[in-house]
Structure formats: C-alpha cells, structure tokens
C-alpha cells in the first residue's frame, strides 16, 4: 500500500457475505470524522464490485484503493466530508 | 399600452412587464423541476413469505440505506411474516411450483417435504456465511429503513400490532405506500 494516506481504522468484514460488507462499510464511515481513511476487510469477492460502485454512488467518500490479489479483498475509502 | 417603441407590439400581445412575469414563473417552475437535493428515495412492496422471497427486499432495502436512500418497505399479505417477530425466524422454502428444486414436485407435495427443502436451504445459508433474515432486519432498523406492516392484512392474516420488530410502522395502508412510491426514485414489488 502506498503511503500517500493513513489509515485512521480498520473493519473486518471477513466472512460476512452480500450485502453486509457494503452496509458495514457505510455505517463505519458515518462513526469517522472528515478526512479519515477507513480500511475494510473482506473474504466477499464481491465486495471489490460493490464497495467500488458504492463508493461511486455516494456522496461524501472518496474510493482510494482496492486490493483483490490474496485471499482477502482490501478497500481503502477516505471520508471526504 | 406604450406605443412610442418602433415595433410596438399589436394590442393583443404580452407586454414586457407580463413577459417578465412569465419568464420569472418558468424559472422558478424549471429550478423545481431540476431540483436536485440528494434526497434519494426507494420504496418496496413485499407481499411474499418465503424464505427465498424475503431476501431480496431486506437485500435491497439495507444496500439502498448504505447508498443513502431513504428506505421503505411496505408489507402486505404474507410479506409480513417477514417482519413478524416470531415467524421471521421460521420462513419456509416451499418444495413444490419450483423446478428448479432438486426434488420432482411430485415428491415435494408429500407431507414434511417443505420442512427438508427448507432445512436444506438454512444449511446453505448458514455455510455461505449468508446473513440471517433477522439480522437484516436488525440492521436495516439501523441504518434507518422504515418497515411498515399493512393495517388491514395484519388484521387479515390474524396478527397483531405487537407481534412485529420494535421500529416496525403499524397503521399504514395503501395510500401511503402509493404515497411513498410517488416520491420515489425507485419502486419495486417484490
């Protein structure tokens, strides 16, 4: 991961299926501040489609980062405002 | 009328006071029209009871609230056992009127069958990691999704008011749901 960002938290998500990484991923971003970089954690392959279209379709977040090369998918989404 | 202008308008025609007026009225008509402020809003009618039919509204409903939708459900007839405390935990898969199941439906009419179609999908569910009915209730609760249980099929099935989640709307009929579906971006019947 680069270092362009920090991450202020981290959510696991690992084993929960559609569409609770989305849902989470949403309510964890409403608990942090403006500015702060969630990371999450998921085992959903389906997770990379849908926190990216997430992130697309809502305001207020910034998509960074996704990883999908091991076993756990990782998204890296900032909270803009 | 003034008439010291060059190309003075024929009597009938607006004046300029009036086509102002107009042009103010249609701008103001317009920004409405255009009005855009992020109020998203989904509504859903579920109206089925089955274990298979009461996931795609609670799917729906939480991934639209994650997206800031405003949410609501409207259940009716047999879409309210979906939020009917008790018989939310034990929603049946019916083992017959789908060919898709792995039993011909001549043996999936024999008594008990619905119980092992059912069992088998709960096994699944639970293997896959896939969230309980319950949960997705729970959490789209949270996430602010409002679930309405109609008035008159609570009456009908024989319910009452008390036997739904904490958070569920009672009292609610049809004309708040074409309500909710008038302001809605999105309305599915599910």
Redesign the interface.
């Known amino acids: 991961m680069s270092a362009a960002y920090d991450i202020t938290e981290t959510l696991d998500v690992k ?6 990484p ?2 989470k ?3 964890a971003i409403d608990d942090l501040d403006p500015g702060a970089v969630l990371e999450v954690l998921a085992t959903d392959s389906g997770s990379m489609s849908d926190i990216e279209g ?1 992130a697309a ?3 207020g977040v910034e998509l960074l980062d996704q990883e999908g090369d091991g076993d756990v998918f990782k998204h890296y989404v900032r909270k803009t405002e | 009328m003034s008439t010291d202008t060059p190309d003075a308008p024929a009597d009938d025609a607006p004046s300029r006071a009036e086509l102002a007026a107009r042009v103010d009225e249609l701008e103001t008509a317009l920004a409405e029209a255009t009005d855009d402020d ?1 109020d998203k809003k989904m509504s859903i009618i579920a109206t089925k009871g089955t274990l298979d039919m009461a996931y795609p509204p609670l ?1 729906l409903a ?2 639209a ?4 939708y405003e949410v609501t459900v409207f259940h009716t007839f047999w879409g309210l056992d979906i939020i009917h405390e008790e018989r939310s935990t034990d929603l049946k898969l019916s083992s017959v009127g789908n060919p898709n199941m792995p039993v011909p439906n001549v043996v999936g009419a024999l008594p008990g069958m619905d119980r092992v179609t059912t069992k088998m999908m709960e096994k699944r569910i639970d293997d ?4 309980s009915i319950e949960e ?1 209730i729970e ?1 789209s609760l ?2 602010g999704v409002e679930f309405q249980a109609c008035q008159m099929t609570i009456e009908l099935m024989d319910y009452d008011e008390d036997d739904f989640y904490d958070g569920v709307t009672t009292g609610v009929g049809a004309a708040t749901a074409l309500q909710d579906m008038a302001d809605a971006d999105i309305q599915l019947l599910v």
């Open positions: 084993g929960a299926s559609c569409p609770m989305v849902v991923t949403k309510a997430w379709g809502t305001e | 992020g799917i939480s991934t609230a994650a997206f800031g896959n990691d896939t969230a997705l959490t949270d996430m």
